[in-house]
């Protein structure tokens, strides 16, 4: 199939994977603007596809599934939408989702539109205005509350009854997680093998079921430019799912790493210095004060997370290697899921 006359990089990528007219055709006028939209790629994120969207001083996002995707469940575009939806009225800074298309026929995949956030995302640095220990603080607390808000929204109340499977939840994960892994795996990871064992062997009893989100932390998340500042929005909804909020902690508290673990667990860290910020002991504190967690089997969940996000970071390497994938960052996670693997198993063996 030839390629449209002078369209290369993200320009292509525009024209495959959400040519404009098919997206006008589709969206005709339930958005505010007329004519077409002028559309750029997104490249903040390794999993979906994003697009900006913008006509008559009117902005929006466009969300799609990748072009290769190991597992179509995490790229659920139905869910993600339905679950932002949910999310209208309660204390969850998010972005409004507007339209929701599930026709493949319109540009390959199914999509939705959803309102642009003019936010920071606070994980690759942090600009002058927050890289002060005042702002650090705030920046942290307003995380670690957002968290426990998600976990105080009323699944049922909202319509999600049935959005997952809460019963079991926990001790599913390891195995769930390794079952995935093998659909594609390339390679020997051998720490990872032991770590899942651990978990297998070791499932804590969960508390009580809640939303959850399934990747937070300050990659999925932007602040308001302002100071002081706050929270605008938790994005990235397309892991969520009802379970146990403690693995969202759990995960949350594996990025937030002190002393020498960043040396130690690179693949894990900021990729900033963490001085500055609140510790984990204090924030996982604060966490359970608001909402009322016991957070004793913290250890089993900072594990469990790593053992995840080795998971899902195999995936995207594996894409990467069949060359399903163009994001040369995937490259850097033949180094990134081993480190992942060896973290989950220090922290089993309580050495981290």
Not at 107 to 129: N, Q, S, T
Request: one cysteine or more.
């Amino acid at each position: 199939m030839a390629e449209p006359d002078g369209l290369t990089g993200d320009d292509l990528l525009v024209e495959r994977l959400a040519p404009e007219p098919a997206v006008r055709a589709w969206i005709g006028d339930r958005l505010p603007g007329e004519g077409p939209f002028r559309m750029k790629r997104v490249t903040t994120g390794h999993s979906n596809e994003l697009f900006s969207l913008e006509r008559d001083g009117h902005r929006f996002v466009l969300r799609r599934p990748p072009r290769v995707s190991n597992s179509p469940r995490a790229h659920d575009m139905a869910r993600e939408f339905r679950v932002q939806r949910a999310l209208h009225e309660s204390g969850v800074p998010h972005a409004e989702a507007f339209l929701l298309c599930e026709d493949d026929d319109v540009i390959g995949a199914p999509f939705y539109v959803m309102e642009h956030l003019d936010g920071l995302r606070l994980y690759d640095d942090l600009p002058a205005p927050f890289d002060e220990p005042a702002a650090r603080r705030r920046v942290a607390e307003e995380l670690f509350d957002a968290l426990a808000a998600i976990h105080d929204v009323d699944w049922r109340a909202v319509g999600l009854d049935d959005f997952g499977r809460p019963d079991n939840f926990t001790a599913r994960q390891a195995d769930r997680w390794m079952r995935q892994l093998a659909s594609y795996r390339t390679r020997d990871l051998p720490d990872l093998d032991a770590a899942a064992r651990w978990l297998c062997d070791h499932v804590p009893t969960t508390q009580r079921a809640t939303l959850i989100h399934g990747d937070y932390g300050l990659h999925n998340v932007l602040y308001a430019r302002e100071q002081p500042t706050y929270m605008i929005g938790v994005v990235d909804w397309e892991t969520a799912t009802i379970g146990d909020p403690l693995m969202d902690l759990g995960y949350l508290a594996g990025l937030w790493l002190e002393g020498d673990e960043p040396q130690r667990w690179s693949a894990s860290a900021l990729p900033y210095d963490v001085a500055g910020f609140p510790g984990r002991a204090e924030l996982t504190a604060r966490y359970a004060s608001r909402t009322g967690l016991e957070l004793t089997d913290l250890a089993w969940y900072r594990a469990m997370a790593q053992l995840k996000v080795a998971c899902i970071l195999e995936g995207s390497y594996a894409r990467f290697v069949r060359g399903d994938a163009d994001d040369a960052h995937l490259a850097t996670f033949e180094h990134a899921v081993p480190n992942h693997a060896a973290y989950a198993l220090a922290i089993t063996r309580g050495e981290a």
